[in-house]
């Protein structure tokens, strides 16, 4: 093949010759990355698909003209009629006219369908139809500035809980933060993962976006649990009681032990849940879920009750890539002989989603009942693993010889692979985008808010050859305008607002994009300098962002200025290069000392012992008095972290390790009722709260 042609096939699949780094450098991947990135496609891609007279999927913005070119190939001109079908029930038609349909320009929001007939030939397509913005909150119309808590659900502690954040907790939390008047709680992502594997316990690393994680059922507050004599028997027995009081005093979160116990005593309340006398108007409710659900519920259930069977019986089960050939595909005849054989089985994780859903729900509807703005916001992972349910179902839309990640930079010069499975650009748009449609309105229940990680994989993303190191990667394009349409749509429908995780390197293509969608940007105190050099006044943020001052992937408060997180990355090799570690450090001295120059601008005290260098003193009221400073941002969204209230220094995540620390396991320091009854606590709150409406703190 010619180099011409393959820079052909290379430019069709999306694969992009270069991008601009940190330093606005370019960079070329080189053909051979290129070439393994192709041959990950598996031969699908546009050139590869019969191309018919209509496109597989055409959006429209509401209210803009609207027409559509017949795809040519013999250059004849074909004459009929075209019928669309609306959402609605209603119907448009029209004549085909020099290869061209002209459609109304008031075409109702939605997804439609056409159809075309041209003598012998006839074709059908999608047609949506979307807004041009995302849902804006009453108050962000009114430019009101709101605030909320980013917790990680797992790390709450709770005299009730089984040794891990759960629903109650969340309730619990929803209730004393509302009190003192935050508007919203921040999700970290509650997506499916492996109860299975339960120390796969990254919320990023999902087996599936569009089902939940029922490790947050919060089990003794199911009315069939509380119901069955067998299962209170069980629960008050002294050495469940003695196993619960170990979990819930621990300070790191035992998985294995915990879902242990979980599913035990989910299986008993099933078990209460399926006797002909049980509650029948809940058993309905159920069988409306089970319907509602369809065949993605199915799927994940069996999944669910397949790996847990298969991994009872065999070592090493990790996902259906370690299955029995025969378990390998879902719509193979083995699995719907197991969904027959185990029909109670695959009914009980289906029943545990229902429970998580509904619960989850009583959330949000508490929200909406003390009147919160959003209420929640949940979090939506990047991508899924490569053998979890979501693979399972279709292959075809997933590249599984690749991974997505990030290429490398000074903070990562290794770069970063993420070991997920990225969408296949173009299969997506062959099934019209049902499955982000699907995805995206999962991830929009129950909530007000919807935090996108990583929001440039709308615009492409760095894939790499699965094993191969993340240097050796490219960027392939995806269809940015049509998804963020369809990402306002059904953000209007949901009335739900979309925060967009835009840190690091953002190419100039998608910020005005995003900006224009309505979409928020993501803002870290710690990365905001102006031109000058200067640490950001806060009155310079833009309205339409989210600022907080850390997240799950970064030291927490305390960390940052003593420099805990750099003996971390020293104890577990996540700087293998001193130059670039020295580096860092300069770094965070020189934004310490323009941090401190803006709090005495401020007129904030700084305490003796708290200065730029690396290993400063950061005690708990100078921690505070930070976080009362930046309260103050123009951002229209601010949010804070319970370990910063705490004054605690352990992260929850260590990006760049696995196996090395403990992530996704550290636990709050204290439980929920011990945070909201502390005067300090308390009185940051409230400085906050005051802050956010614009008075003295």
């Known amino acids: 093949m010619t180099k011409s042609r393959l820079e052909r096939e290379f430019a069709d699949a999306g694969i992009q010759r270069y991008f601009f780094d940190e330093r606005g450098l370019r960079n070329y991947a080189p053909s051979a990355v290129k070439k393994q990135i192709l041959a990950s496609f598996g031969g699908n ?40 079908q609306l959402e609605n029930g209603e119907c448009v038609q029209g004549k085909i006219k020099n290869n061209v349909l002209n459609f109304p320009r008031d075409l109702p929001l939605g997804y439609h369908q056409l159809t075309l007939k041209c003598g012998q030939h006839a074709a059908a397509t999608t047609i949506i139809v979307a807004p041009r913005q995302c849902y804006q909150l009453p108050e962000i119309q009114a430019e009101k500035k709101l605030w909320g808590s980013c917790v990680q659900l797992y790390t709450l502690k709770s005299e009730s809980n089984w040794g891990v954040g759960d629903f109650g907790d969340l309730r619990q939390f929803l209730a004393e933060f509302q009190q003192n008047g935050g508007d919203f709680i921040g999700l970290n992502p509650i997506h499916a993962l492996f109860p299975a594997n339960p120390e796969g316990a990254s919320p990023y690393s999902p087996s599936s976006r569009k089902w939940l ?29 003695r196993q619960l009081a170990q979990l819930r005093a ?45 065949e993605s519920l199915r799927v994940q259930a069996t999944f669910d009750a397949l ?66 703005p959003i209420g929640l916001y949940r979090d939506l992972a990047v991508g899924v693993t490569p053998n979890g349910a979501e693979t399972w179902l279709d292959k075809s839309l997933f590249c599984l010889t690749a991974s997505i990640g990030a290429p490398p930079d000074i903070l990562g010069p290794q770069g970063q692979n993420w070991g997920l499975a990225p969408m296949n650009p173009h299969v997506l748009q062959q099934q019209a985008y049902r499955p982000f449609i699907e995805m995206i309105r ?19 993303l760095w894939w790499v050859k699965c094993g191969d190191s993340a240097k050796n990667g490219a960027y392939v394009a995806y ?53 000058k050099g200067q640490s950001r006044a806060l009155a310079e943020y833009p309205y339409q962002a989210m600022t907080t001052l850390s997240t799950h992937d970064l030291p927490t408060v305390n960390g940052y200025w003593r420099g805990h997180d750099f003996e971390l990355g020293q104890q577990y090799d996540v700087y293998p290069d001193p130059n670039i570690l020295a580096i860092l450090q300069r770094d965070r001295v020189n934004a310490k000392a323009k941090i401190l120059q803006r709090l005495r601008e401020a007129e904030i005290e700084i305490p003796d012992g708290v200065d730029e260098s690396l290993h400063s003193a950061c005690p708990l009221g100078f921690n505070h008095d930070l976080q009362r400073y930046v309260a103050a941002v123009n951002s229209a969204l601010f949010g804070l972290q319970p370990e910063d209230w705490l004054g605690m220094s ?48």
């Not at 959006?59 to 017949?70: E, K, T, W």
């Not at 490790?215 to 009681?241: N, R």
């Not at 059904?490 to 390197?505: F, K, P």
């Not at 620390?661 to 550290?666: L, P, S």
Request: aromatic residues 12%.
């Open 45 to 84: 891609t546009p050139r590869n698909f019969a191309s018919g007279l209509l496109p597989p999927v055409k959006v429209f913005y509401h209210n803009s003209p609207a027409y559509l070119r017949l795809n040519q190939h013999t250059g004849r001109r074909y004459h009929g009629e075209w019928r669309l």
């Open 213 to 241: 994680n029922i490790i947050y059922i919060d089990v003794a507050s199911l009315p069939e649990f509380q119901q069955s004599a067998v299962a209170q028997q069980w629960y008050q027995s002294l050495e469940i009681q």
């Open 250 to 294: 621990a300070d790191w979160i035992d998985y294995s032990a915990v879902l242990a116990l979980k599913l035990h005593g989910l299986k008993l309340a099933f078990a209460q849940f399926q006797q002909a006398d049980g509650d029948q108007p809940r058993q309905a409710q159920f069988e409306r879920f089970l319907q509602a659900g369809g």
């Open 307 to 372: 790996h847990a069977d298969l991994s009872a019986r065999f070592a090493d089960q990790w996902g259906w890539d370690c299955w029995a050939a025969e378990y390998q595909d879902y719509h193979a005849g083995a699995v719907a002989d197991f969904q027959r054989e185990h029909g109670d089985e695959v009914r009980f994780y289906a029943w545990l989603q229902w429970c998580a859903a509904e619960q989850l729900e009583a959330c949000y509807q508490f929200c909406r009942q003390q009147k919160m």
């Open 442 to 460: 999962a991830n929009m229940q129950s909530c007000g808010a919807l935090r996108i990680d990583h929001i440039m994989c709308l615009l492409r």
């Open 479 to 531: 269809p940015v305008d049509d998804l963020i349409a369809i990402l306002a749509l059904e953000s209007q429908r949901q009335q739900c607002m979309i925060i967009g995780e835009d840190l690091g390197t953002v190419p100039k293509a998608i910020i005005s994009k995003l900006k224009n969608a309505g979409i928020f940007s993501y803002k870290i105190f710690y990365f905001e300098f102006d031109q």
């Open 650 to 697: 352990e992260p929850v995540n260590i990006p760049g390790t696995s196996t090395q620390y403990k992530n996704w396991r550290r636990r709050l320091s204290r439980n929920i009722s011990d945070i909201f009854a502390d005067p300090q606590i308390l009185q940051l709150l409230q400085a906050v709260k005051q802050g956010r409406k614009g008075q003295a703190g």
